[in-house]
């Protein structure tokens, strides 16, 4: 998803013709993180649920000595049980510090390959 942003918002911006070409890399990869982690971010969420729920459930389990049942069984109920008790607020946790790594990580990702690119373009078309 973040490919498919980036080329797209490099296409609008057109950052190979401008001035300071990749500060304008930096931030087209930088909406890209940011516009991808919201978009997933509820299926993140779901995720987290289900892996964490288990090392919670063992750990109750040793301490008490008893069998601790799971809270979700399923992405499906797992989403159900999210929307019934939080609404999509409870979907949308974790949004902001997930989008800011995901902006920087991005952001950073994009722009080191467009400047090695770069580079090596000069180096091999210099011939």
């Known amino acids: 998803m973040v490919v498919c942003l980036n080329e797209n918002l490099k296409t609008l911006v057109k950052p190979h013709k401008r001035n300071f070409k990749f500060f304008y890399y930096f ?3 930088s909406i890209s993180g940011i516009i991808a982690s919201v978009l997933t971010n509820p299926l993140d969420v ?7 729920q288990s090392t919670i459930a063992g750990i109750q389990a040793d301490i008490f000595n008893e069998v601790v049942h799971v809270k979700y069984s399923s992405m499906v ?3 159900k049980q999210i929307m019934s008790h939080e609404g999509m607020r409870g979907l949308y946790k974790g949004t902001l510090p997930r ?14 390959y467009e400047v090695a690119k770069h580079y090596l373009c000069l180096l091999y078309t210099s011939d």
Do not use: D, G, N
């Not at 989008?99 to 080191?112: D, E, F, N, P, T």
């Open 77 to 79: 109920s797992t989403f």
């Open 99 to 112: 989008a800011m790594q995901a902006s920087m990580s991005s952001a950073l990702s994009w722009v080191s």
């Open 27 to 29: 931030i087209c990869a």
């Open 46 to 52: 779901i995720k987290t649920r289900l892996q964490t």
